[in-house]
């Protein structure tokens, strides 16, 4: 009885046994379909580790989201309580910052102009120099050109004179 309990299958499957038979047709047909395949392990390794990657950054990104609003609502109260102090502060911080920075720019504005008309050729004279000359280069070419119909118009507003 306890082999009868052994053989009978755990779950009624109605799956036919394969063949072992190595030269059946259809078993060489599959080997010579995959032998001519290409090797896409490589590419399945790669996705899998994209994928793995991405679930574990993920993870990391959920956890720090929500210890970040977990601890601003911890720290809600105290944040509420000091904001006379931190307000002030915020715009003093603020200010300096925006002073040091227009203070910062009007410095190296003011370096590389001293450098360029001393003729040191600071990074990106060449630019300039080139823009100047396309400026008068059209100066010119547009003077010219209403010169030349200013005096047309002048001949053909008084033909006698």
């Known amino acids: 009885m306890a082999s009868d309990i052994q053989n ?10 394969r063949s ?18 290409p ?5 399945l390794f790669g996705l899998l580790a994209f994928f793995i990657s991405r679930g574990i950054l993920l993870l990391l990104t959920g956890i720090t989201v929500t210890a970040f609003f977990l601890g ?9 309580i000091s904001s006379p102090i931190w307000t002030p502060l915020f715009l003093l911080v603020t200010g300096f910052l925006s002073l040091a920075g227009m203070v910062f720019g009007t410095a ?9 008309f ?19 280069n059209t100066a010119a070419h547009v003077k010219d050109y209403a ?4 005096h047309g118009k ?3 507003a008084a033909p006698g004179a």
């Open 8 to 17: 009978r299958p755990m779950y009624s499957s109605t799956t036919v046994p």
């Open 20 to 37: 072992t038979n190595i030269n059946h047709p259809v078993a060489s047909f599959l080997r010579k379909l995959q032998s001519k395949a």
């Open 39 to 43: 090797n896409h392990s490589g590419q």
């Open 72 to 80: 601003f609502i911890a720290f809600l109260p105290i944040i509420i």
């Open 108 to 116: 190296a504005l003011i370096s590389w102009t001293y450098r360029y």
């Open 118 to 136: 001393k003729g040191m050729h600071p990074v990106g004279s060449d630019q300039v120099d080139y823009a100047r000359n396309r400026i008068f």
């Open 147 to 150: 010169g030349g119909y200013l």
């Open 154 to 156: 002048q001949k053909d």
